[in-house]
């Protein structure tokens, strides 16, 4: 098991959206060679948690990859996939039912997209090492624009588990103000995206 003894941090990676834009199980589709969720899996278990989170809309061939991919990396006792009931809703679903899923002892979170496949490795610990006093809330950042992943501290979770439809936590860091600490990165790979089919290269 990763992550400190001290902080306890799990992982969320959002993986439940329908990827209409797309045309359907985006996170399945290859990616330079191997499953597009590939990716997003490697950079949080890269993170400094205790367990990874996947919350799907219930799609058995997305988990199956997730777990063989947990397997390869021998963690696959530390990764627990999250079925949301309401997924249709939106990201503001998917992120509270995968929020309300966290240990309760755990201080923080980190959020990642399913189809952010190029998350530098060690940008979460990076975040991690953020959190202190009044800050609770870290992002990367990359020439002027905020990334992904977010780490959430646990003063956040309960905003989180409010969430709706699909507005995801956008209001929530715009609010966030002197809590919320941005990370310079020097790789674009935190704002880096597969939205449309061409997206893959």
Do not use: C, W, Y
């Not at 949301?84 to 990642?112: I, K, T």
């Not at 709706?164 to 935190?190: E, F, I, K, Y």
């Amino acid at each position: 098991m990763a992550g400190s003894e001290s902080t306890r941090l799990e992982a969320i990676i959002l993986a439940a959206g329908a990827g209409r834009r797309f045309g359907g199980r985006k996170l399945t589709a290859l990616f330079e060679g191997r499953p597009l969720i590939a990716g997003a899996l490697d950079a949080a278990f890269a993170a400094p948690v205790r367990e990874v989170i996947l919350a799907t809309d219930g799609d058995p061939a997305l988990a199956a990859i997730a777990r063989d991919h947990a397997r390869s990396l021998d963690r696959l006792s530390d990764l627990r996939v999250v079925v949301v009931a309401d997924a249709a809703e939106g990201m503001g679903a998917s992120l509270a039912a995968a929020a309300a899923a966290l240990p309760e002892n755990a201080d923080g979170a980190f959020v990642f997209l399913g189809d952010m496949p190029r998350i530098p490795a060690e940008v979460p610990a990076t975040l991690a090492a953020t959190l202190a006093g009044d800050v609770d809330l870290a992002a990367p950042r990359f020439q002027g624009r905020r990334g992904h992943p977010v780490l959430f501290g646990r003063g956040h979770f309960a905003a989180l588990r409010a969430l709706r439809g699909d507005v995801g936590a956008q209001n929530l860091l715009a609010g966030a103000g002197a809590r919320l600490v941005l990370v310079d990165s020097p790789d674009a790979g935190v704002l880096f995206d597969v939205d449309r089919r061409e997206d893959l290269g």
